[in-house]
Each structure stands twice: as C-alpha cells, then as structure tokens.
C-alpha cells in the first residue's frame, strides 16, 4: 500500500497538484528538438534542470541523450544568462560541430527575463553562429503547460527554416506529435504505402531507437535534414496530428508559406487511422494500397474474435491529452468503457471532446484537463476498473487497486518495447489490443476458480 494515504473522500483542490499527469516544458522541447537530424539540445537555465530533462529522456528512450546547459551560477542567475548562452554557443559550434543548436529557457531563465531572440540576434551580430548552422529558440517556462507544450513550441519555431520558392515538391508534411521514434517509423511506412511522399518532422526514428554497430555517434543518421524542413514551405499540404502537440506548427506554416494544414487526431485505433490514410489518399489523390486494407481487416478482424472479453470494462486512463483522445475513441469503439480520464496538460477542449466521445456509452465519466494521478487514483477507489491505462507512475495505483496496468504515454522508466513496436496504424492497434487482451486475460486466469479455469480462451 504505497499510497495508503490516498483518501476516497474528493475535497475542491484549485492550487495544489499531487502526483501531477505532466512533466516540465522543456523536456518536449528536448524531445522535438531530438528529431533535427544533427542538432543539440541546449538548456538555458541551470545544470539541475537539463540534467533531469536528459536523464527522463534516457530512461525513456534507453538511449544516452546529449543535450547543453548554459550552466546558470548565481550570478547569471540575477544579471540574467546572455553571457553564458553565448559563450555556450560558441563552444558548441567548436566543439561539438552539430547544424542546429536548439535552445530552450527554463523557469529560471524566464523568470530572470532573458530574451532569447536578441540573444540570437547578438550571436549572429558577433559572429558566434558558423555559416551554414543555425540556432533555434523556444520559449520553455514550466510554470505553465507542460511537456507537450513545451514540444509544441519547439516544433512551431521548427517552421522557422521553412521557404517558399515558386515550385511545390508534391510532397506532404506530416507532424507526427509527441508518439514514439517507432511510431514515427510507422507513420512512414503507412505513408510509402500509400504511395505519398512525405517531409516527417518532427523524426525521432534512429536518433532514439537505433541500433548497437559499437561505434558512438554524437549525431545518429536519423532526424529530419535542415534540407527538408526547408522544403516543407514548397509542400503540397500539412497534416498535423494533434491538436495539442502539432496544430500550433501547421497553422504556423500556412501562416508563413500558405500550405494548407488539416488538424487530425493522431492516428491510434481504428477509426483515427482510418481518418489519417483517408486524409493522406485525398490530399495525394491515389487510392488506399491493398496492403494497408489488408492490415485493416487483421484489426477488425482481432476486435471481433475477442469482443466478448472487451465488452463493458472499465477502464482509467491517464496520459497526455492527443494520446488520450485517441484511445479513448478506440476504447469505446470496442464497447469498452473508459470512465475515469485525466491529462495533466490544461486545455478546457480535452474535457468536451471526451465527454462527446463518451456520450454513447450511457454512464457518467469523471475527466479533467489539468487533472492529477491523486485524484484518478481517488476515482478508481470510488468506481473500480478493470484496466488501468498509464505511464510508469501509474504502477503504484496499480498495485494498491490491484488493477491491470497497461504502460503507455510518457515516460515509461520500468518496461522496454515502447521505442520499438508502434502502437499507432493498424499494426499498433494490434498491439494495443494485444496489450488490452493480455492483461485481461492473465488477470482472468488469476482469478478464476479451478471449475472455470479454461485452457482455451
Ligand atoms: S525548475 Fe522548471 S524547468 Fe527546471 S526542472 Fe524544474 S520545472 Fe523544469
């Protein structure tokens, strides 16, 4: 009983988070800046906070992750840290030789007022950024969003590199959102099916997920190339998954270059992916390949076979809200119930789609954006579940509830696979289900007395 604390009573609580569903802004700047082939990371704070962002981002992704610090002391710390950003600039440049720098601020460098922009432009002016590499900047201050708006941020200033000349690419940009490097393969993948070419940004498929060859690459080959961001501008249209994680850089490149952008959820279960190839199909004018309509019906196919161990179970989920939205579609597609939700990232639109995915389902939901673990967990001793749905935090309910969990989102510290098998596409809805299915069973053959313990199921 870990959290034997936990009380079942609810008191209004306005100021205080408990155990939050969230993590810092800078960490999604981290993570987005990750996916620039060749560029490093670099906290403009102190070292305590870029070495919590790295060392979340390792024990995720069980890959080592570089990043910089402007290393704050007390005296950046009052007079503000212009000289140690761009001292830190040059030494990078010098040292480390990588095409972008991509700077991020920290509650600390926010609240001193530090402005990055002019930094920048000060940089440029003495001469401390090499032709031909680039300094990137995203306004980070964790007092407010969380880790997925620190991403969004990061991946908005990524438009930055975007042009537009006078001859489109016949390319499409995709903005995956925060998902896994192997969901970003995946993405890919479904794309060539297609037979869509398409700019993915941004790629963390081989930064964070490559292989073991015993020799150490500062810069992995993966990443999407200063080239091809460049030639997002030229591209023929945008889609972007996530209203939370990637809307804000569509809109941001439509602005800019005029590409037309299209907001989908991203693309997990059915009826999102479906949402996501119809939308590649249309913008491309090709029909759907027979491959991913074969990968389709192996879904459907898994959903009707197991429906019966599906049918009305209660689920609590916890995650971020794209993620989250997502799923939840999925859940109630199968007839199962998701009743309790939360996302630690604010946004008063994550509660009313929930509430309007849920609707058909004929029972109360408890959501909330800007939620905590704490009050989920007081949720889930009020109504029981029978699946729990949640990053690695979510163990310690798990256990005390003595509820199945099922390990997705951010961060996941204490399982592998995540960084390498896709839960979105079709082929990741087969995993989910194949997650959802094992965890049910194996609790099923668990409890059940000796005169219904079967061995098919
Ligand atoms: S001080 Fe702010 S930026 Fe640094 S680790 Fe804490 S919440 Fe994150």
Redesign the pocket.
Known sequence: MLLRHTPKEIPERKALAINPAKT?Q?IGAMYAALGIHGCLPYSH?SQG?CA?HRSTLTRHYKEPVSAATSSFTEGASVFGGQANLLQGINNIFTVYEPDVIAVHT???SETIGDDLPQIRKKAIMEGKIPEGKYVLGASTP?YSGSHVTGFSTMVKSMVEFSERTDKKNGKINIIPGWVEPSDMEEIKRMAQLTGVETIIFPDTSGVLNGPMTGKYKMFPDGGTTIEELKSTGDSIGTLALGEWCSAAAARELDKKCKVPCKGLDMPFGLQATDRFVDALRTIAGVSVSDELSFERGQLVDLITDMHQYFYKKKVAIAGDPDQVIAMVEFLVSIDMCPVHIVTGTPGKKFEKRIKELTEGMGIDVNVKAKGDLFLLHQWMKNEPVDLLICNSYGKYMARDEDVPLIRWGFPILDRQGHQYFPTVGYKGGLRLLEKILNALLDRKDRDDPETSFELVL
């Open positions: 810092c800078p704070g906070c919590y920290t509650c600390l964790s």
